[in-house]
């Protein structure tokens, strides 16, 4: 049938005369303008609240209509009216449309997180260990740090991403020792060494432009802040801040428990605050405007291998080690909020495509539980992580990559 328009305000359908599919026949240059706020309003409102968020994206005027409206909000109290009793999450009326989105998407990811149903999605990704993962914009990057350490020795390769070229940094001799880790603000790349400091290197022109002292032992893990500031965990459990620009150090970050080493880092930018791996199972946390600890907590009895959170999220923290648990914590206090395994034997998955992908369920475990109880098939060791939207992936020293699928059961 079509749209036989008389006039800009009515009109009529009749059927294609070809038996198609409807065809719309425009006249006197009609346009979606006409109709008034109101009516757009009443026909996103038959959408899903992401669906409109997408809506507020097609043009200034609808981005207008949504930003100024309380449509969001009202779709959100109708589809989920319980959510507000249970959570933390409240949206002031005169916020922005970006921050009701951001906190709502948040919101969405950490519920997932506690209470959503999983799925792993199980690859081989090398022919060795796997110990490096990274994850942007639906792109999983992983890596063989062992691997590349050994074949290059004190060299370092930069692939660029769109032409797949290789750049190799290498110093002079005699000026490099064994790297341990890296972190990288473009232009710029730090090097953490095994002789307790840190290389930075211009990316492009390849010259180490700086050497910075950070601790008397190996340099384990790195990251950078926005403010340009260097965090480095030692082998010997401190912590150390430093200026990236001067190589002055700023602060020394130091743990109560002891002896530990410091396995791995990150840094919410958002809140300040410094979380850290250790080798004695701990989780830490510090706050980097105060430079005082906030928590401890032994979440294991073995390595921590990673630590990551979603970028813009403030309330939980994924981790992972030695002992195969992936565990999300609270970034306030450190409490354990959930464990997950499989919940299949490693030898037997739920299905398995053409290309190796294997598919299985996830269970959540209680806190008390013995971990030396559970088979280590359905517990293998965790030794890089990172966190996606509703999904985390994991490497494992069994050469493959885990996908962790999560989906909220309370749908928003």
């Known amino acids: 049938m079509e749209w036989d328009g008389s006039s800009r305000a009515s009109g009529r359908w009749r059927r294609s005369s070809s038996g198609g ?193 950070m601790h008397a032992g190996p340099v384990t893990c790195l990251c950078l802040t926005d403010e340009q500031l260097i965090i480095g965990g030692s082998s010997f459990g401190s912590i150390t801040v430093a200026d990236l620009s001067s190589g002055e150090r700023v602060a020394v970050l130091k743990s109560t428990i002891s002896p530990i080493g410091i396995s791995s880092l990150c840094f919410n930018m958002h809140s300040y605050l410094v979380f850290a791996g250790s080798t004695a199972g701990y989780s830490h946390c510090w706050d980097l405007r105060t430079l005082r600890p906030l928590w401890e907590s032994r979440i294991s009895s073995n390595v921590i291998y990673a630590v990551h959170h979603l970028s813009r999220d403030t309330s939980t923290l994924a981790t992972g080690g030695i002992d195969g648990v992936l565990r999300v914590l609270n970034q306030q206090t450190g409490e354990v909020l959930s464990s997950y395994v499989t919940a299949e034997d490693d030898t037997v998955a739920l299905s398995s495509d053409g290309e190796g992908i294997k598919k299985y369920r996830v269970r959540a475990i209680p806190n008390d539980v013995r971990i030396d109880s559970i088979p280590k098939s359905r517990r293998s060791s965790i030794t890089c992580l990172a966190v996606g939207m509703k999904k985390i992936v994991t490497t494992h020293n069994e050469r493959y990559i885990r996908l962790w699928g999560y989906n909220e059961k309370i749908k928003l």
């Open 21 to 213: 599919p409807p065809a719309v026949v425009r006249s006197g240059g009609s346009s979606i303008g006409w109709l008034g706020a109101d009516v757009l309003c009443a026909i996103f409102a038959l959408l899903d609240h992401f669906d409109v968020a997408r809506c507020a994206a097609v043009c200034k005027s609808w981005h207008s209509i949504i930003s100024t409206s309380s449509l969001l909000r009202d779709l959100f109290m109708k589809r989920a009216p319980n959510v507000f009793g249970t959570t933390d999450l409240s949206v002031p009326s005169g916020s922005s449309l970006n921050t009701y989105l951001e906190e709502l998407a948040m919101e969405q990811h950490r519920l997932a997180l506690l209470h959503g149903n999983a799925r792993v999605h199980q690859w081989n990704g090398h022919s060795v260990r796997v110990s490096h993962c990274r994850m942007r914009r639906g792109l999983i990057l992983t890596g063989v740090g062992d691997k590349v350490v050994g074949l290059i020795g004190s060299q370092i390769c930069i692939w660029r991403r769109h032409s797949g070229k290789t750049s190799i940094l290498q110093p002079k001799e005699g000026t490099f020792a064994r790297s341990l880790s890296m972190c990288y603000s473009d232009p710029e790349a730090v090097v953490g060494c095994e002789d307790g400091r840190c290389r930075v290197f211009d990316m492009y022109g390849g010259n180490c432009s700086r050497i910075i002292r």
